[in-house]
């Protein structure tokens, strides 16, 4: 099934994307039906953007947003997720489950299910730069988390534990810029 989102039909009859709870109007959380609440303009989806199946969902992934960056280093960042780096993990206790690019996020499993130390690495080039990635380890098992790259500690990264009934989980995002391949080494 393909559907269809046909902005210039709508564009010109809408106003604007409510503001739940200070815009505080019934509607679905997105189109304001008035303009007397605060509000903003249209930025969703004003192109036309691909529709992805899954079971009975349709969905689309969309970005909008500002920046500073220049129009190189833009294209750049939208490669790193466009054309994300392929993870090649060490070992047999940590298993990859791919980039997902819903999430901006490469998934790895615990297979082992006891906290140890995983390796792996990022084949950044021109085409797929690493630019911040960021992981869910599912299953880390440790209430911490040290990071090296290309083997030095880094402190230029943010680490979250997701405390689950079956394990704690890694939430990492490091901020890195590099065209070639980056190794990465997380300890317990």
């Known amino acids: 099934m393909t559907v269809r989102w046909n902005a210039l039909s709508t564009y010109d009859k809408h106003v604007g994307?409510?503001?739940?709870?200070?815009?505080?109007?019934?509607?679905?959380?997105?189109?304001?039906?008035?303009?007397?609440r605060p509000s903003h303009c249209d930025s969703f989806p004003i192109s036309d953007p691909v529709i992805n199946e899954s079971g009975n969902r349709l969905y689309w992934n969309g970005l909008y947003g500002m920046t500073n960056m220049n129009m190189t280093d833009l294209v750049s960042f939208g490669r790193s997720w466009a054309y994300a780096a392929e993870l090649a993990v060490a070992g047999s206790d940590f298993k990859s489950k791919g980039y997902d690019r819903s999430q901006r996020c490469y998934q790895i499993e615990n297979a082992s299910q006891k906290s140890g130390k995983v390796e792996f690495t990022l084949q950044g080039s021109k085409d797929s730069p690493v630019i911040n990635p960021a992981f869910f380890v599912k299953n880390w098992n440790s209430n911490s988390a040290k990071i090296l790259v290309n083997g030095k500690e880094t402190k230029n990264c943010r680490v979250g534990i997701n405390h689950e009934l079956e394990g704690d989980d890694l939430v990492l995002f490091i901020s890195i810029k590099e065209v070639k391949p980056v190794k990465i080494t997380i300890l317990p």
């Open 17 to 36: 994307c409510n503001h739940f709870p200070v815009g505080q109007a019934r509607c679905d959380g997105r189109r304001s039906k008035i303009s007397d």
